[in-house]
């Protein structure tokens, strides 16, 4: 049964960063493509950023591109998402998801393209 958990949020001022994990169990990854969304009240998930497990291909969205960065550990089985210069834009429920694919990665923005998701974690960015 795959797990994905999510940690690291909490409330940080305008400006300020804060690095949010995903930790992952149940399955070996390899060939699975782990990715962040966001959910602002009354608004639809949006895709955040990607990336292949390896760790060789990422992508992020225009909004987070220069700001926000995904990582990951493989040793730990951690994706993590390293968020900087945040605004109250940025104020969300954060989500984990992973999907599996076939040969070459191709950064999924869809939300219904993945079949794992974590349980979130709260970002709330005070200006």
């Known amino acids: 049964q795959v797990q994905l958990v999510e940690s690291g949020g909490g409330l940080v001022q305008a400006g300020g960063s804060l690095r949010l994990s995903c930790a992952a169990s149940?399955?070996?990854?390899?060939?699975?493509?782990l990715a962040w969304f966001r959910q602002a009240p009354g608004k639809e998930r949006e895709f955040v950023a990607a990336?292949?497990?390896?760790?060789?291909?990422?992508f992020a969205a225009d909004s987070v591109k220069g700001r926000f960065t995904i990582s990951g550990d493989n040793a730990k089985n951690t994706v993590y998402l390293q968020m900087n210069s945040l605004n109250a834009e940025d104020t969300a429920v954060y989500y984990c998801?992973?999907?599996?694919?076939?040969?070459?990665?191709?950064?999924?923005?869809?939300?219904?393209?993945?079949?794992?998701w974590g349980q979130g974690t709260q970002v709330t960015v005070s200006s």
């Open positions: 990336t292949s497990w390896s760790g060789g291909s990422t």
């Open positions: 998801a992973a999907r599996y694919y076939r040969g070459y990665f191709s950064p999924k923005t869809e939300s219904r393209e993945y079949d794992y």
């Open positions: 149940g399955r070996t990854f390899s060939g699975y493509a």
